[in-house]
């Protein structure tokens, strides 16, 4: 059925290991729900139902993922990098960039800041995941 397999595939939302311990069951209950309510024939018991389910789902994938930490990292790792952008910004001596005239050198100077803009949005994303998730890889060893 369409509606099993919608369910199937939203499972996907959730974070990979609730998904291993907990997928076949959910899956199970909610299909034997479905049949269960088909099996009655009321129409609008099976869009409650589903109304249910949908409502379940969004709620309990919110909450899986906050437990994970993940939310968390990436919170913590944007506002590290926006507080030392500010404070690099703020800090350090503002000074004047002569502009060249010829084409082919704006050309080449824009292309040189556009990669060390993206290499140190690389790093710093790197850094804070290290500095961040360490402590998790820990707790979850023991």
């Not at 109304?51 to 709620?59: E, H, K, Y």
């Not at 703020?90 to 060249?100: E, W």
Request: contains cysteine; hydrophobic residues 55%.
């Amino acid at each position: 059925m369409v509606s099993k397999r919608i369910y199937q595939a939203a499972l996907w939302l959730y974070p990979a290991a609730f998904r291993r311990e907990f997928s076949s069951e959910m899956t199970r209950d909610v299909h034997d729900a479905i049949d269960e309510t088909r099996r009655e024939g009321r129409r609008r018991d099976l869009l409650a139902l589903w109304a249910c389910v949908a409502a379940d789902l969004a709620r309990t994938i919110v909450v899986q993922w906050l437990r994970t930490g993940l939310p968390v990292l990436l919170l913590c790792s944007a506002a590290g990098a926006i507080a030392a952008a500010s404070v690099a910004a703020n800090v350090l001596p503002r000074a004047v960039l002569a502009v060249p005239s010829a084409a082919h050198d704006r050309d080449v100077m824009t292309l040189i800041l556009l990669t060390i803009v993206v290499l140190l949005v690389i790093v710093a994303t790197i850094l804070f995941t290290f500095w961040f998730s360490r402590p998790m890889f820990r707790r979850h060893r023991r």
